[in-house]
């Protein structure tokens, strides 16, 4: 359903600058509190503070597969996500494929705060991805650090 509102506009290659700005964000960010535990939604997960007062951090990262190399991206993605859950500061790690084009992959992940993320991004498991998806792409990824303002 989100697919379908947002679809159009994110997939078609002539909206580029659509897609440059993350209009999915918003959405990705309803279906994050959506698909959250109720505990979240009732301690004021809304205001993108964790309890010690740190803002959380909120990372968008699309990807595109190079034609042919769907599957492995996909696997890259899978093999990924478990390690990178279970680390401490990891809130949440969640994975999509767009219906409209099965080339573009977004990773929607929550951090406790900056600190977490930025251990994150220097573990083996993150590197050994990086590395092995940067192979599979045909353009750069594209990662946006955010924190919830409203």
Not at 15 to 24: E, G, S, V, Y
Not at 40 to 61: C, H, L, T, Y
């Given at each position: 359903?989100?697919?379908?509102v947002?679809?159009?506009?994110?997939?078609?290659?002539r909206?580029?600058r659509?897609?440059?700005?993350?209009?999915l964000?918003?959405?990705?960010?309803?279906?994050?509190?959506?698909?959250g535990?109720?505990?979240?939604?009732?301690?004021?997960?809304?205001?993108?503070?964790?309890?010690?007062?740190?803002?959380?951090?909120?990372?968008?990262?699309?990807?595109?597969?190079?034609?042919?190399?769907?599957?492995?991206?996909?696997e890259a993605?899978?093999?990924?996500?478990?390690?990178?859950?279970?680390e401490?500061?990891?809130?949440?790690?969640?994975?999509?494929?767009?219906?409209?084009d099965?080339?573009?992959?977004?990773?929607?992940?929550?951090w406790e705060?900056?600190?977490a993320?930025?251990?994150?991004a220097?573990?083996?498991?993150?590197?050994?991805?990086?590395?092995?998806v940067?192979?599979?792409?045909?353009?750069?990824?594209?990662?946006?650090?955010?924190?919830?303002?409203?």
């Amino acid at each position: 359903m989100l697919s379908n509102v947002f679809g159009d506009l994110l997939d078609d290659p002539r909206n580029l600058r659509a897609q440059k700005t993350f209009l999915l964000l918003p959405g990705l960010l309803y279906l994050h509190w959506l698909l959250g535990s109720p505990a979240d939604r009732e301690e004021g997960g809304e205001s993108g503070k964790s309890m010690e007062g740190a803002a959380e951090q909120f990372v968008f990262v699309k990807l595109r597969a190079r034609e042919g190399e769907e599957k492995a991206v996909e696997e890259a993605l899978r093999e990924v996500a478990g390690p990178s859950r279970e680390e401490p500061g990891c809130i949440s790690f969640h994975v999509f494929r767009s219906v409209r084009d099965p080339r573009l992959f977004y990773i929607h992940s929550r951090w406790e705060d900056e600190s977490a993320f930025q251990k994150h991004a220097v573990l083996a498991h993150t590197e050994r991805f990086l590395r092995k998806v940067d192979a599979l792409v045909d353009q750069p990824r594209e990662v946006a650090r955010t924190e919830m303002i409203a």
